[in-house]
């Protein structure tokens, strides 16, 4: 069974910082791209970070780049987003998601699985 389950989000304070895991099962983990999703209440789905494991290559979001950095542990099969700088419009529910082809997770939004989420509420 395929499972990606994220954690690590709370409550924090703007200009504070978060770790959110995702750990992946079910799998080969380096088969695969792994990217974080975000989505607000009432808002558009927006793209965090994504990393391709084939190359290590890395792909940013705008609104994050300078502020957030993901890394991955293939022992541990689990990919990390580092979220520093936190801002009220960082907060949203997190989600990991898991694609064999980077262009299509990346780009067109379209994993083959999907995480459950975890919320991330940054107050002023």
């Known amino acids: 069974e395929v499972q990606l389950v994220e954690s690590g989000g709370g409550l924090v304070q703007a200009g504070g910082s978060l770790r959110l895991s995702c750990a992946a099962s079910g799998f080969t983990f380096d088969d695969y791209a792994i990217a974080w999703f975000r989505q607000a209440p009432g808002k558009e789905r927006e793209k965090v970070f994504c990393?391709?494991?084939?190359?290590?290559?890395?792909y940013v979001g705008d609104s994050v780049e300078g502020r957030f950095t993901i890394s991955s542990d293939s022992a541990k099969n689990t990919v990390y987003l580092e979220m520093n700088t936190l801002k009220p419009e960082d907060t949203a529910r997190y989600y990991c998601?898991?694609?064999?082809?980077?262009?299509?997770?990346?780009?067109?939004?379209?994993?083959?699985?999907w995480g459950q989420g975890t919320q991330v509420t940054v107050s002023s």
């Open positions: 990393i391709s494991h084939s190359d290590g290559s890395k």
């Open positions: 998601a898991a694609g064999k082809s980077p262009f299509r997770l990346w780009v067109l939004q379209q994993p083959d699985y």
